[in-house]
C-alpha cells in the first residue's frame, strides 16, 4: 500500500500528461483535424498523414536522416569525452572543483533564456565566427591524416568531431558527473594492488576503471541520445508543422515515426552494450 502511495503523484502524471496525450497524438496522426465554429472536426485517414509525411513533405526524411547522422556521430564524441576528461578531473590537483564547476557550467547556461539568447545574440555570431575560422585547420588536419595513410571515414569522422567541438562540450557536463561520481566508487585498494603487480597507469585504466564504468557508460549512451533527439531540427518541424502550419495530423504522423525511429536505436544500443557490461557482485 505504501508503495502504491509512493508511486501515486507519479503515476497520476503519467496517465493525464503523458499517456492520454500519447493515444490522442497517434489518433490525431491517423485523422484530418479541422477546426470550424462548432469546434475541431476529426476524420479518421488511415495512414494517409504517414505516406504524406514520408513521400511528399520535401523536409521531413532530410530532418530525420540528420536528426539520425547527428546521433550516430556525437554519441560515441561525447561519451567518449566524458570519460576521458572525468579521469582528468579525478585527479587530485590544485583548483579541482574549480575545474569541475568549469565543465558543468554548460549545463546550467543551457537554461530556455540563455538558449534563446545564444541562438540570436553575439553568442551566436561567436560561435558561427569559430567555426568558420577552424576551417583552415580542419583542412590542415585532414591532409596530415590522410598523408600519413588514415582511412578515409576515419579522417572524416574526426574532422566533423573538431567542427564540432562546442556542441560536444556543451553536452557533456551531465555526463561528466555521472563518470565521475562512478570512478569515485572504485576502490582504491584495487588501484593499489595492481601497482604492487607493476601495471602501468594505462593497463589499471583498462583492467579496472573501463571495466567498472561499463554501466555509466551503457547509462551514458542511452542520456546522449535521447538528449540528442529531444531538440533538433526534427523537433523544430515537427512543431512548426502542428502549431505554425496547424496540420495537428501531419504532425502527430511526424513525431510517431520519429518515435519509432528513436525506439528502434535504443534497442539496438541496448542489445549492444547490455552483451558488453560489466556488472560487479
Do not use: C, H
Not at 493515444?23 to 476529426?42: D, F, V
Request: hydrophobic fraction near 55%; avoid cysteine; charge should be negative.
Amino acid at each position: 500500500m505504501w508503495g502504491v502511495i509512493y508511486v501515486l503523484p507519479w503515476l497520476i502524471g503519467f496517465v493525464l500528461f503523458f499517456f492520454i496525450p500519447l493515444l490522442a497524438s497517434l489518433r490525431y496522426s491517423m485523422s484530418t483535424i479541422q477546426a470550424n465554429a462548432e469546434g475541431i472536426a476529426i476524420q479518421f485517414n488511415g495512414v494517409a498523414n504517414y505516406i504524406q509525411a514520408l513521400t511528399v513533405n520535401t523536409s521531413f526524411n532530410r530532418a530525420l536522416i540528420e536528426a539520425i547522422t547527428d546521433v550516430l556521430i556525437n554519441v560515441p564524441l561525447i561519451v567518449i569525452f566524458s570519460l576521458f576528461l572525468a579521469v582528468i578531473l579525478n585527479q587530485k590537483f590544485r583548483g579541482r572543483a574549480v575545474a569541475r564547476s568549469i565543465f558543468f557550467l554548460p549545463v546550467i547556461l543551457a537554461s530556455g533564456v540563455i538558449m534563446t539568447l545564444e541562438s540570436t545574440s553575439l553568442i551566436e555570431a561567436v560561435n558561427q565566427s569559430s567555426t568558420g575560422g577552424s576551417s583552415l585547420g580542419t583542412f590542415e588536419l585532414e591532409n596530415l591524416m590522410v598523408n600519413a595513410g588514415v582511412s578515409d571515414w576515419i579522417v572524416t569522422y574526426l574532422s566533423s568531431a573538431v567542427d564540432r567541438i562546442y556542441q560536444i562540450v556543451s553536452q557533456s557536463g551531465v555526463q561528466i558527473l555521472i563518470f565521475l561520481a562512478g570512478i569515485q566508487t572504485i576502490s582504491p585498494q584495487l588501484y593499489e594492488a595492481s601497482k604492487m603487480e607493476g601495471a602501468t597507469g594505462y593497463e589499471a585504466f583498462w583492467k579496472i576503471t573501463f571495466p567498472m564504468v561499463s554501466p555509466l557508460i551503457f547509462v551514458n549512451a542511452i542520456y546522449t541520445i535521447i538528449d540528442s533527439f529531444a531538440n533538433n531540427a526534427m523537433t523544430e518541424l515537427i512543431r512548426d508543422t502542428g502549431f505554425v502550419k496547424f496540420d495537428f495530423g501531419l504532425s502527430s504522423a511526424m513525431a510517431w515515426v520519429y518515435f519509432l525511429a528513436i525506439a528502434i536505436i535504443l534497442v539496438i544500443v541496448n542489445i549492444i552494450f547490455s552483451k558488453r557490461v560489466f556488472y560487479q557482485d
